[in-house]
C-alpha cells in the first residue's frame, strides 16, 4: 500500500519549489477478480526534526561535490536518489540555466525550509473518484486552515468509515466532508457501471482520434507503453484517466502500442486492424464532445510503425522542439476555459454573419436534412454560456458536466458493441448438463462456434472481430454467459444482454445481418437525463459528523501539520451487543471445520476416494443421497449444506427488511442488499420455497408435498389430546383482563400453532398441502408469529427426532436456533402478505360498540345499525340486535378496514346514544382497528347526526400473549376528546381552546402529511382517508381555523356550528344573486360563488343524516377533491356574515393569515385526491 500512495518514496522540497498538493488513484485487482480503488492526496509538510534537516544538508553536500568533481556517474546511489527527489523536475526543465543564480536541488538548513510529502489515501469498493478527492481535499485544508475544523479530524474519518453508507443501484447519496457536503451517485442496475474519471481529459490529451485506436489496442490486448516527462501530466489530466503507469523511457517495440502523451500522438503495431466504422465512430465522439464545448482536433494524427527502426523522416520531434506549439495549442483548444478550436469557431461565426447560409440552413432542416454538426458546434456554445447557472457551485457544475459527458461518450461505445453482436447467443455452445461437468471439461471444450459467427458478419467487421474474439477478454465474456443459465449473471453481461433485448423489441438491428451500415446511439439524452435528475435530486443523506468518545487533548491541532489520530477510537466501528454472541458461535463453526478438515488429512489412502465421491453430489444439495459415504463425508458435506441454508436464510430475511424498511435501510447502511425491483410478494414466495427445503433436508421418510405442512399435522395429532384436556378443565382468564380500557371490551383472540393451522384447513380455496402450507407461512408472518410457531412445532424433540435423521438442519441445535432468530427479526415490520393475497376468502370479523357509560347512555331503544368498510370492500349495512354491543359477521376479505358507518333510525324514546368508540377485529390475523367517534347519535342533541362517518387506526396488541412478537415501540393513541367535536358555543368547549399559533401549525402540517403521502412509493402509502378526516388531519385544522374568533352563544341560546356559518353565507350569496349584485362581479368570481352554493346545497338535500360536522367534514374533503377549496375560502370571508358571527380577532377575518392558508392550499393541486366510497356515499357530485 505505501508503494501505490507513494511511487516516487518520499519526496523533499524547500520552500523554494513547487509544493502544489497531487492527487492520484490507483487499482488493487485480486486473484477472483474484485476491486478495491484507492484515491492518494499528496501535499507536503515542514520538517521539524532537527536530524533530518542536519542529514539532508548533508547530502546535498555530498551531491554537489560529486557532480562537480567529475562527470561520470555518482557512486553513491543513496545521495543521488535522494537529491533526485529533492531537485524539482520544474526547474531543471523549464530553467536549464537556473544553476548560474541557484543550483538546482541545492539546500541549507540556516536559510531554507524542508518539506517532506505525505499522502492521504482512501479506499473504497466503488471508484467514486470525485467524492473522494473532495473529501481528502476537505481533510488538507482542514490542517493548512487558520482555525481549527469544527470537529475532530477523527470525527470525520470515522463517520466515512463507519456510517456513510455506499449508495443503492440507481441512487444518490450526500454525505458531509469538513466544510461542505458531498454527493456521490450509483448506476442503476440497468445502467453502465460507474466510471467516474474524466474521460473529457483523456480526449483532450490525445484526440478523439488517437484515443479510438488506442481503445482498439486494449479491447485487442496488445501492449501499449505511454510515455511522459513526469508521473504527474502537468496539463492537469488525473493518471487514473488511463488507469495505466506511466513509464519514464523511450523504448521502442514493434508489438506495442507508443502513446507520448506529452506530444498528443501515437505509434501503433504493424498491421494494426481498425475498429470497424471507425470513421462514423469518430464523428459521433466528436459531436458529443462539440456539444460540452470540447474540441475534438487535438493530437497529432495516429502513426503506424512498418519496422522496428522508423526512418529518419517519420521519427516525431522532441518534445522540447514540439512543447511552445503545443501549449498553445492546448491553450487554443481548451474547451474548459470557453474557448472553440479555430476552426469550429470560424465556421460558427461564418453561419452566425451570412444571412445566405442561415436561410439556406433552414432551407435543409425544411426538407428533413439535419446538419448535426453546426448544430453540435451552436449546443457547445450555448453549453458554455449557461454552464455555472441553476444555483450550483462551479465545482458541482464541472461535476455534473464531467458525468454527462462520460456517460454519454461510453453509450456511444456501448452502442456499437450491443450492433455488432446483436446475434452472439446463437453462436454460444452450451454443450456440457450442468456446471461442475462443464467446469471439469472446460478447456476441452468448444464454447463459441467463431467460424459461423465470422461467416455471418460484414466484411468491414472482420479485421477486427477475427482478432477480438481471441482475446482472453471474449473467452471470459462467452465463459461468463453459460455460466449465467446456473448461477446469477454478471452485472455486466446483465447490461449487455438488457440492452440487446431492447434493441431487439425496437428492430433497431437491420433485417440483413450482413448489413455494415452505422446505427447512432439512441439513448444519449436519456442517460444525460437519468445522471442529471440523479445528482440534482438527492435519494439519501448520511449521518453528519459527531463527537466521539476519544481522549481530549491528543492529535491537538496545529496549522499546516496533520496530527496523528487516534487508532484506538478509529479501529472499533459502532457496536450493536444484541449481535455480540454470534462471535462465539462462528469461532465453535471454525474450530468444528477444523477439526473436521484434520480428520480428511489422517485418511491419506482414502482421501481421494472421499473426495470424488463428495465431488459427485455435484449441485444436488436438496437432498444429498449419504448413506454410501464415509462418516467424514457425510459431516464435511452437510456441514456445508447446513451453512449454505443458513446463510441463505439470513440473506433472505435482511432482503426482505430492506424492501420493506425502504430509504431508510439504506440510510442505516443496508445498501448493498440489492432488492431494487424485486416485489414483497417474491420475496415471501422465496421464503416459504427456503422454510420447505430446510424442512425436506434429513427426512427419514417423505410424506406428502410439504414436508412443513406434514410435520405440522403430526404435530397437530400428538397436541390433540393434551388439548382435548386443557379443555376439559378450567382456563383463568385473568391475565388477559390486564389491558387498557378498550381492550377490555374486545374479547381475547385466542393464539396458537393448531389454531392457525384450522384457520387455512377451513379455507376451501386451498387444495394442496404446498398452497396450505403457504398460506400458514403468510399468515404467520402476518401475524408475527412466525419464529413464535415454528420454535413451538419444533420444540417437540422427540417428534422431531422420529422424522429427521441425525444430520438434518432441524437437529442442529446452533444453526437452528440461529434460523428461528433470523426470523424473528421480521417482527420488526408489517406484512400483510396474508390479507393482500387471498382477498376472496371469507372471514369472521368481531364487531364491539363501546359506549360512554358515566352519563347513563349505554343502550338505546332505536335500531343500530353499522357497515364496515376496507380497501377491498365493504360489509354492507347490518342491523344491530338492540341492547347488544358485540356482533359477529362474515364477509369477503375486507383488506385494511379503514372506516365504519354507525347510525340509528331515532326510534323509541332513549334514542339519543352516546358512544366512545367502536373495535372492529380480524378473527383470523387478529388484526384489531379502534373508530374513535365520542359524540352523540340523536335529534336534538350535538349536531343532530343519526350517522356517523368513523376513521380507523390500527390497535398495537399488548398483553402476555404478545410478549414474544415484541416489536411495537409506539404509544396507543387514545381516543379523540369529546370537547374536541362538540359545538365551538357549547359550555363544554371551553376547555380546550388553541392558539391562533397552533391552529396555522395544524393547517400547515395537515397539508404537508398530504404532501408527503403521495411522494412516498405507492406500495409504503398509508391511508389517505385518515389524513383527511381523522385525526390531526386536515378537515380538523380547518374546523379548528373557522372556529377560532367564534362569537360565544349567550344563556339559553342554540348552540351554533361552523356549517350553521356556512350556510348563512350561502343564503346571503343566493339572496344576493336573486337580486342582481353577483352579476356585476368577475366571471371566474361568479362561476366559484356558483359551485360553492351548488356543493352545500347537494349536501344538505342528502338523505344521510350525518349531522352538521358530518357535512362540513364532507364539503372539505369534495373540495380538496375537486380542487375548489382555495377558491370557496375567500367567498367565506367576503361575505358580510362574517361580522356578525366572528370577533374582531377571529383568524378569519385577517386577510394576510386567510391569504397564507389559500397559498398552502393550493399546494394540493397537484396531486389526485380520491375520496372513499363511504365518505361521498349519496352524493352525486
Known amino acids: ?244 503507469y506511466y513509464l519514464l523511457s523511450r523504448m521502442r517495440h514493434a508489438n506495442l502500442c507508443f502513446v507520448d502523451i506529452d506530444n498528443h500522438y501515437i505509434e501503433l503495431p504493424e498491421d494494426f486492424p481498425n475498429f470497424p466504422n471507425k470513421t462514423e465512430l469518430i464523428q459521433e465522439l466528436s459531436e458529443v464532445l462539440l456539444s460540452y464545448g470540447i474540441s475534438a482536433n487535438t493530437g497529432a494524427p495516429p502513426r503506424t510503425r512498418t519496422s522496428p527502426g522508423s526512418a529518419p523522416g517519420s521519427t516525431p520531434s522532441t518534445p522540447g522542439r514540439e512543447r511552445k506549439t503545443v501549449a498553445l495549442r492546448q491553450l487554443e483548444d481548451d474547451g474548459r476555459n470557453g474557448n472553440l478550436a479555430g476552426e469550429e469557431l470560424a465556421v460558427l461565426e461564418l453561419l452566425q454573419g451570412n444571412a445566405t447560409l442561415e436561410r439556406l440552413q433552414a432551407l435543409t432542416k425544411r426538407t428533413g436534412v439535419t446538419v448535426a454538426r453546426v448544430d453540435a458546434l451552436r449546443a457547445g456554445v450555448k453549453a458554455q454560456l449557461t454552464e455555472g447557472h441553476g444555483g450550483r457551485t462551479a465545482a458541482e457544475e464541472e461535476e455534473l458536466r464531467n458525468a454527462k459527458l462520460n456517460v454519454q461518450l461510453r453509450e456511444v461505445c456501448a452502442s456499437r458493441f450491443t450492433t455488432m453482436f446483436a446475434d452472439y447467443e446463437a453462436f454460444v455452445i452450451q454443450s456440457a448438463p450442468d456446471l461442475e461437468s462443464w467446469l471439469t471439461n472446460r478447456e476441452q471444450m468448444h464454447n463459441f462456434d467463431k467460424a459461423s459467427f465470422l461467416s455471418d458478419q460484414p466484411e468491414p467487421y472482420l479485421p477486427f472481430l477475427s482478432h477480438f474474439i481471441e482475446t482472453q477478454m471474449f473467452a471470459t465474456f462467452i465463459d461468463n454467459k453459460i455460466m449465467s443459465q446456473w448461477e446469477d449473471k454478471e452485472p455486466l453481461l446483465r447490461v449487455f444482454d438488457a440492452r440487446i433485448d431492447k434493441a431487439r423489441l425496437f428492430n433497431v438491428r437491420a433485417p440483413s445481418l450482413r448489413s455494415s451500415s452505422y446505427q447512432r446511439c439512441t439513448i444519449l439524452k436519456e442517460s444525460a437525463q437519468t445522471i442529471e435528475q440523479r445528482l440534482m435530486k438527492i435519494d439519501h443523506t448520511a449521518i453528519h459528523p459527531h463527537l466521539l468518545d476519544m481522549k481530549i487533548g491528543q492529535g491537538k491541532y496545529e496549522q499546516g501539520f496533520f496530527p496523528k489520530l487516534q487508532a484506538d477510537v478509529l479501529n472499533t466501528g459502532p457496536t450493536n451487543n444484541k449481535w455480540s454472541h454470534r462471535t462465539a458461535t462462528a469461532q465453535r463453526r471454525k474450530e468444528r471445520h477444523r477439526h473436521q478438515t484434520e480428520h480428511l488429512g489422517l485418511e491419506n489412502d482414502l482421501k481421494e476416494k472421499f473426495m470424488q465421491e463428495a465431488r459427485s453430489l455435484g449441485k444436488n444439495l436438496r437432498q444429498p443421497k449419504l ?447 336573486q337580486m342582481g349584485d353577483l352579476q356585476e362581479t368577475a366571471e371566474p368570481l361568479g362561476r366559484t360563488c356558483q359551485s360553492l352554493c351548488h356543493y352545500v346545497n347537494a349536501i344538505n338535500s342528502t338523505r344521510r343524516n350525518i349531522g352538521k360536522d358530518g357535512k362540513f367534514q364532507l364539503l372539505v374533503c369534495l373540495g380538496a377533491r375537486d380542487r375548489l377549496l382555495p377558491q370557496w375560502v375567500p367567498l367565506l370571508v367576503e361575505c358580510p356574515v362574517i361580522q356578525r358571527m366572528y370577533e374582531d380577532s377571529a383568524l378569519l377575518r385577517d386577510r394576510a393569515t386567510v391569504s397564507s392558508h389559500i397559498d398552502v392550499l393550493e399546494t394540493l393541486h397537484d396531486f389526485p385526491i380520491t375520496l372513499e366510497a363511504s365518505i361521498v356515499k349519496g352524493i352525486a357530485l
Open 1 to 244: 500500500m505505501p508503494k501505490l500512495c507513494m511511487p516516487k518514496g518520499l519526496s523533499f522540497r524547500t520552500q523554494a519549489d513547487q509544493r502544489t498538493p497531487q492527487f492520484h488513484s490507483f487499482i488493487i485487482t485480486r486473484e477472483d477478480g474484485s476491486r478495491t480503488y484507492g484515491f492518494v492526496h499528496t501535499f507536503y509538510e515542514e520538517v521539524t526534526s532537527p536530524q533530518i534537516c542536519s542529514a539532508m544538508q548533508t547530502l546535498t553536500q555530498m551531491h554537489n561535490a560529486e557532480s562537480t568533481s567529475a562527470n561520470t556517474p555518482s557512486s553513491s546511489s543513496s545521495s543521488s536518489s535522494s537529491m533526485d527527489s529533492l531537485a524539482s523536475s520544474l526547474d531543471e526543465a523549464d530553467s536549464p540555466t537556473s544553476s548560474s543564480s541557484r543550483r538546482a536541488g541545492s539546500y541549507d538548513s540556516s536559510r531554507d525550509t524542508l518539506y517532506v510529502s505525505k499522502a492521504l489515501c482512501l479506499i473504497t469498493p466503488m471508484p467514486f473518484m470525485h467524492a473522494c478527492r473532495r473529501f481528502l481535499s476537505q481533510m488538507h485544508r482542514a490542517v493548512t486552515a487558520a482555525t481549527a475544523p469544527p470537529l475532530p479530524l477523527e470525527s470525520y474519518v470515522h463517520n466515512i468509515l463507519y456510517e456513510v453508507p455506499l449508495p443503492a443501484p440507481g441512487r444518490s447519496l450526500k454525505f458531509h466532508g469538513v466544510y461542505e457536503p458531498i454527493v456521490c451517485q450509483r448506476p442503476g442496475l440497468g445502467e453502465l457501471q460507474l466510471a467516474d474519471f474524466p474521460l473529457a481529459e483523456a480526449f483532450s490529451l490525445l484526440g478523439v482520434e488517437n484515443l479510438v485506436q488506442v481503445f482498439t489496442c486494449t479491447l485487442l490486448e496488445m501492449q501499449i507503453l505511454l510515455y511522459s516527462h513526469d508521473s504527474l501530466i502537468q496539463a492537469g489530466a488525473h493518471p487514473a484517466t488511463l488507469s495505466v
Open 627 to 1073: 448413506s454410501d459415504l464415509s462418516p467424514a463425508v457425510i459431516a464435511q458435506t452437510n456441514w456445508k449444506f447446513v451453512e449454505g441454508l443458513l446463510k441463505e436464510c439470513r440473506m433472505k430475511t435482511k432482503r426482505m427488511l430492506v424492501e420493506k424498511m425502504g430509504r431508510e435501510a439504506v440510510e442505516l447502511g443496508h445498501g448493498e442488499a440489492t432488492i431494487t425491483g424485486l416485489e414483497e410478494n417474491t420475496l415471501i414466495a422465496s421464503l416459504c420455497d427456503l422454510l420447505e427445503r430446510i424442512w425436506s433436508h434429513g427426512l427419514q421418510v417423505k410424506q406428502g408435498k410439504s414436508a412443513l405442512w406434514s410435520h405440522m399435522l403430526h404435530y397437530h395429532a400428538r397436541e390433540e389430546k393434551l388439548e382435548q384436556q386443557q379443555a376439559e378443565s378450567p382456563v383463568s382468564h385473568v391475565p388477559e383482563r390486564r389491558k387498557s380500557d378498550c381492550s377490555m371490551a374486545m374479547p381475547s383472540l385466542r393464539v396458537s400453532l393448531i389454531q392457525d393451522m384450522r384457520h387455512i384447513q377451513s379455507m376451501s380455496e386451498i387444495k394442496t398441502d404446498v398452497g396450505r402450507a403457504r398460506a400458514w407461512i403468510r399468515l404467520s408472518l402476518e401475524k408475527k408469529l412466525l419464529s413464535q410457531h415454528l420454535k413451538q412445532l419444533l420444540c417437540r424433540q422427540a417428534l422431531t427426532k422420529k422424522l429427521y435423521k441425525r444430520y438434518a438442519f432441524l437437529r442442529c441445535e446452533e444453526e437452528k436456533e440461529q434460523f428461528l432468530f433470523h426470523l424473528l427479526s421480521l417482527n420488526t415490520v408489517d406484512y400483510f402478505c396474508f390479507t393482500s393475497v387471498f382477498t376472496t376468502i371469507m372471514i369472521p370479523y368481531r364487531v364491539v360498540i363501546i359506549p360512554i357509560k358515566k352519563l347513563s347512555n349505554a343502550m338505546t331503544t332505536s335500531n343500530p345499525w353499522v357497515c364496515v368498510s376496507g380497501q377491498l370492500g365493504d360489509s354492507g349495512i347490518m342491523q344491530i340486535p338492540k341492547n347488544v354491543l358485540e356482533m359477529t359477521f362474515d364477509c369477503q376479505n375486507l383488506g385494511k378496514m379503514t372506516t365504519v358507518q354507525l347510525g340509528h333510525d331515532n326510534a323509541g324514546l332513549l334514542a339519543k346514544w352516546l358512544v366512545d368508540c367502536v373495535m372492529v377485529r380480524n378473527e383470523i390475523t387478529g388484526h384489531t382497528y379502534k373508530f374513535p367517534c365520542g359524540r352523540w347519535l340523536g335529534k336534538g342533541v350535538d349536531d343532530g347526526s343519526l350517522e356517523r362517518v368513523l376513521i380507523g387506526e390500527p390497535v398495537l396488541p399488548s398483553g402476555e400473549e404478545d410478549s414474544g412478537r415484541g416489536c411495537y415501540t409506539p404509544p396507543l393513541q387514545r381516543s379523540p376528546s369529546q370537547i374536541r367535536r362538540i359545538s365551538v358555543t357549547s359550555l363544554s368547549g371551553r376547555g380546550y381552546k388553541p392558539t391562533s399559533a397552533q391552529i396555522q401549525e395544524a393547517i400547515g402540517e395537515a397539508v404537508n402529511n398530504i404532501i408527503k403521502h403521495f411522494h412516498k412509493p405507492e406500495k409504503e402509502r398509508g391511508s389517505l382517508t385518515v389524513l383527511l378526516c381523522g385525526e390531526s388531519s386536515l378537515v380538523s385544522a380547518l374546523e379548528q381555523f373557522f372556529r377560532h374568533g367564534f362569537k360565544s352563544a349567550r344563556l339559553f341560546q342554540k348552540t351554533v356550528f361552523v356549517w350553521d356559518f356556512v350556510e348563512k353565507a350561502i343564503a346571503y350569496m343566493e339572496s344576493a344573486d
